[in-house]
């Protein structure tokens, strides 16, 4: 396979639990303090022209783990590497262009978009930070922005509150579009819409990704919505990926008791289905007290001995399809390149 | 056409109001204790003088027929004369009256100037220095007297220091007022290129304004902490960080000018709470103003001033409160655009 656009190398966030300050220190030092360890040594990669899905709860550190691959917030350890920049040491003009090759859209484009400009200015303000159109130009591009995203040429005088949830984030979308970017994180980008809604949004973004070949990597716990357009998907749990497969070997042949939950709990339309549902035994416990050995022990049903004491890596299992379990350990030690 | 409504309904409103202050300080006259016209006859006065000093001042009359004769000269212009003055009472308020503007709205420039910046350098940086040092005047401002700052600050200032002139009104004796324009010394001094003056007006100003300024300073130090800590954690201020403005420019224009917006209505009413906290302030200060001739009044049982002051300041305070709403509108673009 070609080289990846994205590439995520063991990247760590935590936050202390007292206070807003940032830690500094390496992740073995810190967990001595007892930190929110949001994202807790997360390695994966994104290809070009793909759609990355992150699957997980709320509250098991997606949203961080975007925000840290955008720079929005400051990693603890790790690197992350696009193209050939690495995005964690980039500062100055080269971290401006890395911002212009990688946007963001947010879950709820009402809170995303700054009620005091109109349409026009927010879709204006990254073509002027990056320089990229001038003048009428700027016009020009941002009715193109519109239509792209599918509004009429009247909503550019519009101040957010005066547009419909929907437009709102059709907005948002176009406002990543504007720099032309490689790659968008897509956080949640249709769990603040109705359902009606959800299809065409999800349908634009394709639509999108059609036409300019950029990637995405959709953060949502709505898994019909991941299903129907991700290529392959990772499955987050308290912090870290407990396995990483194509779309398809995920919903069909997800093999970690966690995944296997996940995908149990989607709702099946036919009431006289039956369908076996896996019902996890209490909450997902504390990123700020995770358990040690296997992060997952304390809910899981095949749990063993080894689970308590030692801490499960990703591994392949089979082809292209890695997982963080003991119950894989012979196809992982078969797999393991010696 | 809400809009027209909105401010036809709240001139209506304001009528009301003002109706009801004027009824308020018609009554005050008959609440307080002491007649007013023995207080003027003196205590020695026969019962016959009194009664025909209470026929003259129209005291015999019923209370609505007083409260129609006392309005019909409060339109007029005719407020009464003060008998400690001997002037006409508006005469008397319109000469005073700059003063205490100019000391009102210098305490008020300080307080915002100093409120805003610190309170966004208190978001910036929760439990800082700066957050430290806002919960401290936060604290002070709200606990210890007006009068009690204002007298530290001249013995700090004054009697040890010898950097400022004693609290003796608003301009050294030697210097001569600046040609009246606005009434405010530090603004007519400017006007009239008046260099002298202006230095001995900044002088005297300095300390009363720090003083009455230590009152708005705490809440709009606290207000604006609240709303940029609120906006900096907002989607739009990530977004914009996104999209690669710099951190000065994220935190100016998009962050702060969110954050205003409750700010500036604060400040408004602020302004109101200040003519009152002038009174004690003019009076450590020997400041000629609006306070310290009400005070003076009240000491010598003036009725016509304490009566026209009570009235001036509660219709001026609901204008105010108007004008803070009406502001609104020029601001906020989720109220001016529907």
């Known amino acids: 396979m070609n080289s990846p656009l994205l590439s995520v190398t063991k990247l760590f966030k935590y936050f202390s639990s007292r206070g807003q300050r940032e830690l500094r220190g390496t992740p073995e030092q810190l967990r001595q303090d007892g930190p929110v360890r949001a994202v807790d040594g997360v390695t994966f990669e994104v290809h070009s022209h793909e759609t990355f899905g992150l699957v997980g709860e709320s509250g098991c550190g997606k949203s961080t783990l975007g925000r840290c691959i955008l720079r929005l917030l400051e990693p603890t350890a790790g690197s992350v590497a696009f193209g050939d920049e690495d995005v964690t040491r980039a500062a100055g003009q080269r971290l401006r262009e890395l911002r212009r090759r990688m946007q963001i859209v947010f879950q709820d484009a009402g809170q995303s978009l700054s009620p005091m400009r109109t349409v026009r200015a927010t879709l204006a303000e990254p073509l002027r930070i990056h320089g990229l159109a001038r003048g009428e130009a700027t ?57 009606s809604l959800k299809l065409t949004v999800v349908d634009l973004l394709q639509h999108v990704q059609d036409s300019t070949g950029v990637s995405y990597l959709l953060i949502s716990h709505d ?32 093999l970690h008791p966690y995944t296997q939950a996940l995908i149990a709990s989607i ?14 035994p209490g909450e997902p416990p504390s990123p700020a007290n995770i358990p040690s050995g296997c992060r997952f022990q304390t809910r899981c049903s095949f749990v063993m001995d080894r689970c308590r004491h030692e801490e499960p890596s990703l591994l392949e299992a089979k082809p292209g399809h890695r997982v963080a379990c003991f119950l894989y350990a012979e196809a992982e030690r078969e797999a393991a390149p010696t | 056409m809400t809009r027209r409504r909105y401010l036809g309904r709240r001139l209506a409103l304001l009528v009301l ?13 008959h609440v307080l204790p002491g007649d007013p016209a023995r207080s003027r006859l003196g205590v020695f006065a026969t019962e016959e003088l009194v009664q025909l000093k209470r026929a003259e001042m129209g005291l015999d009359k019923s209370l609505p027929e007083q409260y129609v004769t006392y309005m019909g000269n409060v339109f007029r212009g005719d407020l009464g004369d003060s008998w400690r003055t001997h002037n006409p009472v508006a005469e008397d308020f319109v000469e005073r009256f700059p003063a205490t503007i100019e000391l009102a709205l210098a305490a008020l420039l300080l307080a915002v100037v100093l409120g805003v910046s610190l309170g966004v350098a208190a978001a910036l940086r929760r439990n800082g220095p700066f957050d430290h040092l806002a919960t401290l005047l936060g604290i002070l401002g709200i606990s210890a007297p007006v009068f009690w700052i204002g007298l530290l600050l001249i013995i700090a200032f004054v009697t040890q220091l010898h950097v400022l002139p004693a609290p003796l009104g608003r301009l050294a004796s030697d210097v001569e007022a ?47 902490r609240a709303a940029m800590i609120e906006a900096l954690d907002s989607d739009f201020v990530r977004a914009a960080r996104a999209l690669g403005l710099s951190r000065t420019q994220v935190v100016v224009k998009i962050a702060l000018r969110n954050a205003l917006i409750p700010v500036v209505s604060m400040v408004g009413l602020q302004l109101g709470y200040l003519v009152g906290g002038a009174v004690l302030v003019e009076i450590v200060f020997t400041w000629s103003g609006i306070g310290l001739y009400l005070y003076r009044s009240v000491i010598g049982l003036d009725f016509a001033p304490i009566q026209s002051l009570v009235l001036i300041v509660g219709v001026l305070f609901a204008l105010i409160n108007l004008a803070v709403d009406m502001l609104y509108f020029a601001i906020d673009p989720r109220i001016r655009v529907r």
Not at chain 1, 149 to 164: A, I
Not at chain 1, 168 to 177: H, N
Not at chain 1, 179 to 188: A, N
Not at chain 2, 17 to 29: D, N, R, T
């Open chain 1, 139 to 195: 016009e020009t591009r941002v009715l193109q922005l519109l239509d792209q995203v599918g509004l009429e040429p009247m909503h550019r005088n519009r101040y957010p509150h005066q547009l419909s949830g929907g437009q709102q984030q059709r907005v948002a979308i176009a406002r990543a579009l504007a720099t032309e970017p490689d790659f968008i994180v897509l956080d949640e980008p249709t769990s603040a819409l109705d359902s």
């Open chain 1, 223 to 254: 898994l019909t919505i991941v299903r129907h357009t991700c290529d392959r998907v990772a499955v987050m749990y308290l912090g870290a990926i407990v396995e990483i497969a194509a779309t398809a070997h995920v919903f069909d042949d997800a």
């Open chain 1, 267 to 280: 709702p099946v339309p036919d009431p006289f289905t039956k369908r076996e549902r896996i019902l996890l």
């Open chain 2, 17 to 29: 109001v003002v109706f009801g202050i004027s009824i308020v300080a018609f009554l005050l006259v």
């Open chain 2, 178 to 224: 600046p040609t009246q324009i606005t009434g405010l010394y530090v603004v007519d001094s400017l006007l009239t290129a008046n260099w002298e003056a202006l230095r001995s007006s900044l002088l005297y100003l300095v300390l009363p304004a720090v003083t009455l300024g230590i009152l708005p300073l705490a809440p709009i130090t606290r207000m604006t």
